[in-house]
């Protein structure tokens, strides 16, 4: 049974996440489909990517990925079908493809679209059924689409960095107000080189060490460790971090809030 995994942006208050469904459904109704999210904030690159490439790598090979995000970002003529590592991924030119692969995909093509038909999401999604459709029944992914060599590029967000220190910025906030930067694991220990550090964040508040699990501290209490998928995670034990501590989400859209909060978090090595 074919797996389909959707990830979007555009809610679950009205109709069009249940008709996501039934459009891949017409095309083939033994196809097994996962919602991953469709609570990604309208514009926010990084967010959909971290959350994308998270999810991707936890399913096994052959499973396709629908990921509408900003799909209306720009007029288009056609739409992206990519295969990398064994997966198949659908979304929009917008160059969201190349932050949450961090590289260039093995494979893409366009899905063209016709010019008489007017956009709109359920318009893309039957675009997309037809083009897994056709792959589930023995096309490659070169018959189904035309080869594009100039995608749209995004560079995945990155921390900045000197000598003694590490800055990222915070890419996601979960359901209990934990608080995501864009800090994994390597890149700590890269830059550590086995120094002691101090994480510090809205200007006053300091880490000064790792926790392996949410009950290292007393209840209250803040801490830091690193998440499932190997980024850096602020979170307070039993609290919501975010809310305690002002933090938000990184926005390219900053400067249309007149909101005080802190999208920043340093580590200090010494």
């Known amino acids: 049974m074919p797996l389909i995994t959707l990830i979007t942006d555009i809610g679950e208050k009205d109709f069009l996440a249940g008709a996501i469904k039934g459009q891949l459904l017409r095309y083939q109704q ?13 514009f926010n690159y990084p967010q959909a990517a971290y959350v994308a490439r998270n999810a991707i790598k936890n399913f096994p090979t052959g499973t396709f990925h629908l990921i509408l995000v900003n799909i209306f970002d720009e007029k288009t003529d056609h739409l992206l079908l990519a295969e990398h590592n064994g997966h198949f991924i659908g979304c929009a030119d917008n160059g969201l493809l190349s932050m949450i692969l ?13 010019p008489n038909t007017q956009n709109s999401t359920l318009f893309f999604t039957n675009v997309f059924a ?17 080869i594009n060599n100039q995608i749209k590029i995004k560079h995945h967000l990155q921390p900045s960095h000197g000598d003694d220190w590490l800055e990222g910025q915070i890419i996601f906030i979960d359901n209990f107000e934990n608080v995501i930067v864009n800090i994994n694991k390597f890149q700590f220990e890269q830059h550590r080189k086995g120094r002691g550090f101090s994480i510090v964040f809205k200007r006053d508040e300091v880490i ?3 926790s392996n699990n949410y009950s290292d501290v007393a209840e209250g209490e803040k801490l830091a460790l690193f998440n499932s998928a190997g980024y850096l995670e602020i979170a307070v034990n039993k609290g ?21 909060f802190y999208q920043t978090v340093k580590v200090y090595f010494q």
Request: without cysteine; hydrophobic residues 35%.
């Open 30 to 42: 033994d196809l097994n489909i996962i919602d991953i999210t469709h609570s990604l904030s309208p």
């Open 102 to 114: 961090e590289e260039e995909p093995q494979k893409v093509v366009s899905l063209v679209l016709d």
């Open 130 to 146: 037809k083009a897994i459709h056709e792959l589930n029944n023995g096309k490659t992914i070169e018959e189904v689409g035309v």
């Open 208 to 210: 000064e060490k790792m």
């Open 240 to 260: 919501n971090a975010a809310g305690l501590f002002g933090l938000q989400g990184f926005s390219e859209n900053q400067h249309l809030s007149n909101k005080l």
